[in-house]
């Protein structure tokens, strides 16, 4: 039995979403995924990975968990009817003119913004001829304004281009589109959660722009055979009946929305206490990380991780917990280097809060010198020459 269509919800057909509590495995991304929508002001998420490893499913799985939102009805900055913060120029004209705004209940978008797209088409456009000739700002609505109080999500993020990137991450961490043509002006909001996606194999972004997303996760294929089975089946199970799946599994579907709806609603009450701040800052000035975007994206993420758990202690493993999401893309690429940029800041991590782990680690580099000193000696050809014979 379908479920009946309450007064002022809208009724847009929606192809459904593989569920978010059924993806198997991939720990950190899903992890890193719900911290954003806890806190959208992490700054959003950078997922890396081969192909076929989940990541435009988990994201948008992931949208499926979002609450209804209060919207206006028939505005398409998904205003809201009571924050002035969170509308569009039309809705805000009204509502400071005194009039009380009609709301209607809609799905959070979630908008996936295509390679082949300008920047018109991201940002909206000003009809100028209209403008000049009725004395209206004629603003036709881009993504970022569908986008609005959602999720804007970019695959293959690392294809698009630089520049229109870069428009996107400027809105992302404004909260504010701004369009100007020929001395005509418009803003609106675009509060959103920034989510990209790529195959590092296809290329790179620029340090500059990996900055400015929070957090940064690499995933891989699956090799767990139990995960990868269960995966496996529960993909052939949807795919054969979308509904009877989603009905199966809703009941995991609601109790994780209210657990990041309860998360919300604990996050500002919950504090970072001094020495975990101090030793934030440490890392990410040890780990040479540029700028302070590093050290409030952990401070930001730790809370998140702390009000998804229902707590309100922050503590030294939580902070262990995200660091290295938060960090792994802001260090400084060497080539050259074995170690990749996860595995360095975990260490760093360890070695400042585990003594136990810096003594483990003193002795193995003694035991490594003591069996090179040993191989070289016993490689030594008997007679050989040892150099001049020192003075007595």
Same mark, same amino acid.
């Given at each position: ?17 593989? #569920? ?23 700054? &959003? ?15 948008? =799985? ?28 039309? @809705? ?15 799905? $959070?978008?979630?908008?996936?913004? +295509? ?15 209209? @403008?000049? $000739?009725? /004395?209206?700002?004629?603003?036709? #609505? /881009? ?31 404004? &909260?504010?589109? $701004?369009?100007?043509?020929? /001395? ?15 195959? #590092?194999?296809? &290329?790179?972004?620029? +340090? ?5 997303? /929070? ?26 009946? #979308? ?24 996050? +500002? ?5 001094? +020495? ?48 290295? &999401? ?44 003591? =069996?090179? @000193? ?19």
């Amino acid at each position: 039995m379908k479920k009946p269509i309450a007064a002022g919800e809208r009724t847009t057909k929606k192809q459904l979403a593989f #569920p978010f509590v059924r993806i198997q495995g991939q720990e950190e991304m899903k992890l890193a995924l719900l911290l954003n929508v806890i806190d959208p002001n992490i700054g &959003g998420v950078l997922i890396m990975g081969d192909r076929g490893t989940a990541k435009s499913v988990a994201v948008r =799985a992931v949208a499926d968990l979002l609450p209804q939102l209060d919207v206006v009805e028939g505005d398409p900055f998904n205003s809201s009817p009571t924050d002035p913060k969170l509308m569009g120029p039309d @809705a805000l004209a009204r509502f400071r003119a005194g009039e009380k705004l009609p709301a209607i209940k809609a799905r $959070t978008p979630l908008i996936e913004l +295509p390679l082949g797209a300008t920047e018109d088409r991201i940002c909206g456009t000003i009809d100028i001829e209209k @403008a000049l $000739t009725e /004395g209206v700002k004629a603003f036709e #609505p /881009g993504l970022l304004a569908r986008a609005n109080r959602g999720i804007l999500y970019v695959d293959e993020v690392n294809l698009l281009d630089d520049g229109l990137v870069d428009v996107v991450l400027d809105s992302s961490a404004s &909260g504010v589109n $701004t369009v100007e043509r020929e /001395g005509i002006s418009i803003a609106h909001p675009a509060k959103f959660i920034m989510i990209g996606s790529g195959n #590092p194999a296809e &290329g790179e972004l620029r +340090p500059q722009l990996l900055d400015r997303f /929070g957090m940064s996760v690499n995933v891989r294929t699956l090799m767990d055979v139990q995960q990868r089975t269960q995966l496996v089946l529960d993909r052939i199970a949807f795919a054969a009946d #979308p509904d009877a799946f989603m009905e199966s599994v809703r009941p995991e579907q609601e109790a994780l929305t209210a657990k990041l709806v309860a998360a919300r609603e604990l996050l +500002p009450k919950i504090k970072v206490p001094r +020495p975990l701040q101090l030793l934030i800052s440490d890392m990410c000035s040890r780990l040479n990380v540029d700028g302070l975007r590093g050290d409030l994206v952990v401070n930001r993420a730790v809370k998140a991780l702390v009000a998804y758990e229902g707590r309100t202690q922050v503590t030294q493993e939580d902070v262990g917990r995200v660091i290295s &999401g938060c960090l792994n893309h802001r260090l400084r690429k060497d080539p050259l280097d074995p170690i990749d940029s996860g595995t360095k800041v975990a260490i760093l991590f360890k070695r400042l809060t585990d003594p136990e782990f810096v003594k483990r680690e003193e002795e193995a580099k003694k035991k490594q010198e003591a =069996a090179a @000193a040993e191989a070289a000696k016993a490689n030594k050809k008997a007679g050989a020459w040892g150099g001049l014979p020192g003075r007595r």
